[in-house]
């Protein structure tokens, strides 16, 4: 017959193992909501990625973040879910590129009434104080410019 010794040693053992299948984050959702708005930063246009994190830590492709953060902040999302944390419904708007501006990562800018194709990657946010004005294009796509 088994000691208590042994089958404590044995749970302890099978608990590990389950943490280390199926993820534990010590981190709730408004640390790893810090610690991704402490990755964006740059210096460079590359720097900077779309970190296309599930709501609640982004939409679509935000949140802006740094390339070389990405790995670790992929690594506290999953965790966090994995750990139960819910996801949420969001109506997420169209991607847009960033760059680095003032060393954080944003949304590059459009031209005002200049044309762009929608929806394509690479494309740009209106600047504040204008508005999105699309039509169709005579090839079925969408084209949109900025208006004041």
Do not use: H
């Amino acid at each position: 017959m088994m000691s208590k010794k042994v089958i404590t040693v044995f749970c302890i053992c099978v608990f590990i193992l389950l943490l280390q299948r199926f993820g534990f984050s010590s981190l709730g959702q408004s640390e790893i909501a810090k610690e991704i708005a402490n990755a964006n930063y740059c210096k460079v246009d590359n720097d900077c990625t779309m970190a296309g994190f599930p709501c609640p830590f982004g939409c679509g492709g935000a949140p802006y973040i740094n390339k070389a953060e990405s790995k670790k902040l992929q690594e506290l999302v999953s965790s966090y879910f994995r750990a139960g944390g819910k996801e949420c419904c969001a109506n997420c708007g169209r991607t847009v590129s960033p760059v680095c501006g003032k060393g954080k990562c944003v949304p590059k800018i459009c031209e005002v009434n200049k044309e762009y194709k929608a929806w394509e990657e690479g494309t740009c946010a209106c600047p504040q104080g204008s508005v999105y004005a699309d039509r169709r294009s005579e090839k079925g796509g969408t084209i949109f410019r900025c208006v004041q």
